[in-house]
């Protein structure tokens, strides 16, 4: 991906399955045999920075994940040789539940002239006979970072680790054709296959129209582009493309691409910004076009995540009828630091997604294995929060954790009124009413990886305004510009506004924190932030956990669940 040039790249390849796991082996550790937090505050390379649950290859570099006869695999790029971007290879770990991951050997390197000088991102597709293909970018010419597009097979397909991976000789399968910027042409997405033909979609910009090329074949050996790519707009380079069919409104079941969907969803990730953003729509089969439901949609787009999030894919678990979303978060440090430390990158927590009621978003969820992990639960109900108040969570290592809250707005009367000028800017709204910004309702919500002294503190929280009809408009925020004592750090404040009817004054959160990730779900999953933070105090057990009210209206928490989180098998023995 052209991006990889400049800053440590995105992606991850999210290869599907035929079945779920059935019974898994799990291995538990207790964060009691994590070491104290050391006198003197660490700086960003301590290795209690370094996540807990969420995936992390044993070192280096990562961005990334399929599943196949009872295994889930994850292929990320990883650079063996340092935690920088470089020498690339598709890395494999393998997990029966998505929670517990066991290294294997990379899946593939460079070995063949088309794929030479890289093997960058792709996607993979169950073939009618069950076995897997994989479909990737390689680089065949470092001069220029030709791009072209190459395939591989599993040697065994009765091997269902899926260890080794051969390379046709036919490869490439598809190049840039003359008008196509062969330095911007990558990133292949899973391919289905309707009226005779199989398709699959390439990620390419001409003219700074980013646009989704649509490739298609007959024997899944030799690809002709279409006339006219599946869809484009005024965004710049389109990379990491997914494309796949949701149920109907109010439906959480996924559907696989041999099935009718009611609605399509077409997401791209912008290099221009590194977000990745979605629409909702319907797509035409016989002419290969895809038309968003909002007419504006390609000018004011959905985000998956309003944070730390990039390069996603999807896959469809065929066996709990679900689509899996993975995203990727990087680093926020400097490349001597990821140097230091010995990794870079992480994956964020699986998530179901399916289509919201209105049929206007998608809701997400972390996937349900995810709580094998929680131990046992602290709670805390019926507490009402007064203005400029705040309370501790205790009983858990507020490190590493999971938490679940539902909050009540005694009165929407002293909601600020809403500057219009903010409208397609949550973010900059966030920035200037951040959470020591004292409001009418809000700011209120989570203290997250807080310092006794209350120097280190993230905040995710809520804020309501009042449009100029009067109608209420939520803000969810992450706030993490004093999350650090470290010198010289990034540290962005992330928001996106919340569509969710707030009028009986209900709203609910849920956040997964992990030392140096806060992942939080707001109103069920219709606004999502994830962020990175790195303290320098509020680490191992001297992190805490507070709800706060910054607001001038009193809050409730009708009820509040946290569980400290343990440690999962994440790539031991590598």
Known sequence: MGALLRVLAPWA?????????????????????????PSVPPSIVSPLLRTGYHFQPPKNWINAPMYYKGWYHLFYQYNPKGAVWGNIVWAHSVSRDLVNWIPLEPAIAPSIPSDKHGCWSGSATILPDGSPAIMYTGISRPDINYQVQNIAFPKNKSDPLLREWVKPAYNPIAVPDAGINATQFRDPTTAWYADGHWRMLIGSVRYD??????????????????????????TGMWECPDFFPLAGTGQQNGLDFSEPGAKYVLKNSLDRNRYDYYTIGKYDKRTDRYVPDDPNGDQHRL???YGNFYASKTFYDPVNRRRILWGWANESDSVTDDRAKDWAGIQAIPRKIWLDPSGKQLLQWPIEEIEKLRGKPVSVSGKVVKPGQHFEVTGLGAYQADVEVSFEVSSLAKAEPFDPAYANDAQKLCGVKGADVKGGVGPFGLWVLTSANMQEKTAVFFRVFKDGYGKPKVLMCTDPTKSSLIPDLYKPTFAGFVDTDISSGKISLRSLIDRSVVESFGAGGRTCILSRVYPSIAIGKDAHLYVFNNGETDIKVSHLTAWEMKKPLMNEGA
């Open 209 to 234: 129209r980013g646009m989704a090329l649509v490739y298609r074949s007959r024997d899944f050996k030799r690809w002709v582009k279409a006339k006219h790519p599946l869809h484009s707009a005024l």
């Open 13 to 37: 390849v999210l290869l599907l399955a035929l079945q779920l796991a059935s019974a898994s082996h799990v291995i538990h550790r207790s964060l009691e045999d994590e070491a104290a937090p």
């Open 303 to 305: 985000r998956y995540d």
